[in-house]
């Protein structure tokens, strides 16, 4: 179960804080707004909540200030803002500077396969890299196995915005009992849809009509939106559920 604790910039997490994991093989992982002072010094580079995963042994600072900062392996969903030559230069957050996509950054793609991707196409992709003083870097496939594992570009289905919190929730499956998101489970048991999650903020549905597409791009932002816990995710299904 994770737990949370306010924290600011400049102070030092103390060691009873940190993740507590039943296999102590695994390594401590740490997370966005955080940073490593040699030796063994933790410490934030942003206020929030201090999010504590011990199943994962994990530990990263949690904000809602609405800009995203992209990170190494970040799924994120992008738009294309135009191309160059090697190049598709895509938008992921109106504060990051252009993430560059290689045009061959896709499963199995040869110079003559690649995707023809015009402006304003949207991408699903991961953060390669990430830093402050270079442009992101993404792809569309896993460099673990080559594979495009949903990644690539989203056809129809319509975008909706959400808080950062939020996208974290959904991406990381929380259990109920820790603070997870059902109402896509909930709204699944009644619609077939299809969604992909952006770390910055973003979250695309596809559905069999613009009226469930919007349904369930809705009633995830009425969550987020009033931070609703399990049972009140289950009324929102059932009272929205009735306009079907």
């Avoid at 390594?27 to 955080?34: A, E, S, V, W, Y």
């Avoid at 991707?117 to 460099?143: F, M, Q, T, W």
């Avoid at 990644?151 to 259990?175: C, T, V």
């Avoid at 603070?179 to 849809?193: R, T």
Wanted: net charge neutral; aromatic share 4%; charged share 20%.
């Amino acid at each position: 179960m994770a737990t949370q604790t306010l924290v600011l910039p400049g102070e030092e997490i103390p060691a009873d804080l940190l993740p507590t994991p039943s296999n102590p093989s695994i390594p401590l992982k740490l997370g966005p707004g955080l940073r490593h002072l040699p030796p063994a010094t933790i410490s934030p580079t942003t206020a929030g909540s201090l999010c504590i995963d011990h199943k994962k042994n994990a530990i990263w600072v949690e904000n809602n200030s609405g800009r995203y900062i992209p990170q190494p392996s970040d799924l994120v969903l992008a738009t294309v803002h135009h191309s160059s030559t090697d190049y598709y230069h895509c938008l992921i957050s109106p504060q990051a500077s252009l993430a560059l996509l290689p045009q061959l950054a896709f499963e199995g793609v040869t110079k003559k396969s690649r995707p023809q991707l015009v402006p304003g196409s949207l991408i699903y992709a991961r953060v390669s890299s990430a830093s402050k003083h270079l442009d992101p870097e993404l792809v569309c496939y896993n460099p673990s196995t080559g594979k495009s594992e949903g990644m690539g570009e989203l056809k129809e289905g319509m975008l909706f915005d959400i808080s950062l919190g939020m996208a974290r929730r959904l991406l990381m499956g929380r259990q109920k009992e820790d603070g997870g998101v059902v109402v896509l489970d909930e709204i699944a048991e009644k619609v077939a849809f299809e969604v992909a999650v952006g770390r910055n903020g973003r979250i695309w549905v596809n559905s069999g009509s613009v009226k469930e597409t919007l349904l369930v791009g809705r009633a995830v932002q009425e969550t987020d939106r009033e931070r609703l816990g399990v049972e009140e995710q289950r009324k929102l299904v059932r009272r929205l559920s009735k306009a079907l």
